[in-house]
């Protein structure tokens, strides 16, 4: 299946490639959920060093990431080293504080460990002023989540559409970026017209540069 489809599809195929995405998922899910703690570690610190690396170069204002969990890559460490760095850092809210969920993407500004809170599934996220995802052409860089990606920049989320919506509003000029195992990075992903491309997919082994998607 290409990884370039992206219009044009009736109900059938938009049917083939939902399931087509579950299944992926749920493959990538298990394989992370089997690595052990020692390569996990390893290669959370390998790619803190390339993303560091990378955003020293760009050296932003303000970057918008998220806190990850579970066997996600990490990026706990990389919030912090921003802060540290007094960059402002941007991370998803998905709830109101009051145990409702958000109908739109909204982001709010990371003011450290003692100001986040509990959002679904455990996820954490901040409690500070909400802004808009209209906004996030402040950051200067996405870090977005994702399970897999291929070089055209298809990426495969985890099937709640959140970042296809939030990203749609980052500025032109601002990468957006996805933190990758190795074994992730793939040569198709099935896309559909509302997924959102990234331009970057970082791994422990470094930064791959996406192509143009119809090159």
């Keep these: 299946m290409s990884g370039d489809v992206h219009g044009g599809q009736d109900a059938a195929d938009q049917a083939a490639l939902a399931g087509a995405k579950r299944r992926l998922r749920a493959a990538v899910l298990l394989r992370r959920a089997a690595r052990g703690a020692a390569e996990r570690d390893a290669d959370d610190e390998a790619r803190f060093a390339v ?79 909400r802004l808009p995802a209209r906004q996030l052409p402040e950051a200067e860089v996405v870090v977005c989540a994702g399970l897999a990606a291929n070089r055209r920049g298809d990426r495969l989320g985890r099937g709640g559409g959140w970042y296809d919506r939030a990203l749609r509003h980052a500025g032109q000029a601002s990468p957006v970026l996805v933190l990758l195992n190795r074994d992730e990075v793939l040569d198709a992903i099935p896309a559909q017209p509302w997924d959102h491309r990234v331009d970057r997919i970082v791994t422990p082994d470094g930064v791959l540069e996406c192509e143009p998607p119809y090159a």
């Excluded at 990431?65 to 850092?89: I, K, M």
């Excluded at 809210?93 to 709010?108: C, I, K, Q």
């Excluded at 986040?116 to 455990?122: H, Q, S, Y």
């Design 51 to 129: 993303l560091a690396d990378a955003l020293d170069a760009r050296r932003p204002d303000t970057v918008a990431a998220y806190l990850s969990s579970g066997d996600e890559p990490d990026t706990l460490r990389l919030v912090g080293w921003l802060a540290a760095r007094r960059v402002r850092v941007v991370l998803p809210v998905l709830t109101d504080g009051a145990g409702g969920r958000l109908d739109e993407p909204a982001w709010a500004a990371y003011e450290g460990p003692d100001a986040l809170r509990a959002g679904p599934l455990g996820l954490l996220e901040p409690t500070g002023v």
